[in-house]
């Protein structure tokens, strides 16, 4: 081996290995396969201790999670500007958890710290995050976020459209209960602590669901819309569906779950969800539709007034070619 090889072949064993990676609005996270965290871009959501306008331009390892600490990652999820953590704390049989560490911004309550914190620059753990229960995973995006314990339980917190609460959907209840209109997207609900997500039709109690499977096995969260699966592989969806984007065969909306027809269960020839993902970056609908989408609802002008100066149009060119 030349001398320039063995020089670059004793940088990368020296380099961290990423076990994960994942990206916010401006900010960008990985897990190393030691456990620790390094973060880079703008914003607290970073975990450093600076604030909004801080900019941290190569990755740089967040002490909290820093040898010596006690503490391993397993996972990272980030939203626009606040992050989540999978910890486990302590090592060997010692070890506890995995339990939720959070930081960053809490102005609409992602971080599940309550109302009377506005953020924390650096990641603080979520002590009663579903009464301390250990954790299969967390996720974060845009202004909100999610985890599911080991029992398989769903949580929700933070502000958007699709927390899964009864709260902010008219009073609704049921199997996944639809928005007034159509298309147009449930009503913003805000918690600034942790609540959990009912799935309709999911026996808790360990009885028969139709196969679905009683716990829910992971969370794919997006801007306007997030989803569900159990371990049983059925599908559950929720939020904004003016595009068909929630699979129910329609263009409704909904602020509750509802179970998509034709994943998890016998009756549905043993196919079986066992991962969701929903678009992020998706910007807020207007007239009912995202109005950077093509079959946008259309405006009084286009509705009216333009056929109209078509028409017109057509008939003075009539007229010129007589």
């Known amino acids: 081996m030349s001398l320039?090889?063995?020089?670059?072949?004793?940088?990368?064993?020296?380099?961290?290995?990423?076990?994960?990676?994942?990206?916010g609005q401006n900010l960008t996270a990985a897990v190393t396969a030691s456990g620790e965290l390094f973060t880079w871009g703008k914003g607290p959501g970073t975990g450093h201790g600076g604030?909004?306008?801080?900019?941290?331009?190569h990755p740089t390892r967040v002490p909290a999670f820093a040898p010596g600490s006690g503490l391993r990652v397993l996972a990272v999820s980030l939203g626009s500007s606040h992050?989540?953590?999978?910890?486990?704390?302590?090592?060997?049989?010692?070890?506890?958890?995995?339990?939720?560490?959070?930081?960053?911004?809490n102005h609409r309550g992602q971080l599940g710290l309550g109302p009377g914190m506005d953020g924390c620059p650096t990641p603080v753990p979520l002590p009663e995050l579903a009464g301390g229960a250990a954790l299969r995973c967390v996720a974060a995006c845009d202004l909100y976020s999610a985890a599911v314990t080991e029992q398989g339980q769903l949580w929700t917190w933070g502000s958007s459209v699709c927390l899964g609460h009864p709260m902010g959907s008219g009073g609704g209840g049921g199997n996944g209960d639809q928005a007034p209109s159509n298309v147009a997207p449930p009503?913003?609900?805000?918690?600034?602590?942790?609540?959990a997500v009912v799935l309709?039709?999911?026996?808790?109690?360990?009885?028969s669901d139709g196969g679905g499977g009683s716990c829910v096995a992971s969370v794919g969260l997006g801007s306007l819309y997030c989803g569900c699966v159990t371990e049983g592989g059925a599908l559950?969806?929720?939020?904004?569906?003016?595009?068909?984007?929630?699979?129910?065969?329609?263009?409704?909306s909904r602020p509750l779950p509802a179970r998509v027809a034709g994943f998890g269960g016998p009756e549905h020839g043993g196919r079986r969800a066992v991962s969701v993902a929903c678009t992020v970056g998706q910007a807020q609908p207007g007239g009912g539709l995202n109005p950077?989408?093509?079959g946008q609802v259309p405006s009084l002008y286009e509705q009216v007034f333009q056929p109209l100066f078509f028409f017109f149009e057509i008939l003075l060119h009539a007229d010129s070619c007589a």
Do not use: E
């Not at 984007?245 to 409704?252: A, I, K, P, Q, V």
């Open 187 to 195: 009503p913003a609900a805000t918690s600034f602590l942790p609540r």
């Open 83 to 105: 992050g989540l953590a999978l910890v486990v704390t302590g090592g060997g049989a010692a070890a506890a958890g995995p339990h939720a560490f959070a930081w960053g911004s």
């Open 4 to 23: 320039s090889g063995m020089i670059m072949n004793r940088i990368m064993k020296q380099r961290p290995r990423s076990s994960q990676v994942a990206a």
């Open 292 to 294: 950077k989408n093509p």
């Open 200 to 207: 309709p039709g999911i026996d808790r109690g360990g009885g």
């Open 51 to 57: 604030g909004n306008g801080a900019v941290v331009a």
């Open 236 to 252: 559950f969806t929720w939020g904004y569906g003016g595009h068909g984007n929630l699979g129910h065969g329609d263009r409704r």
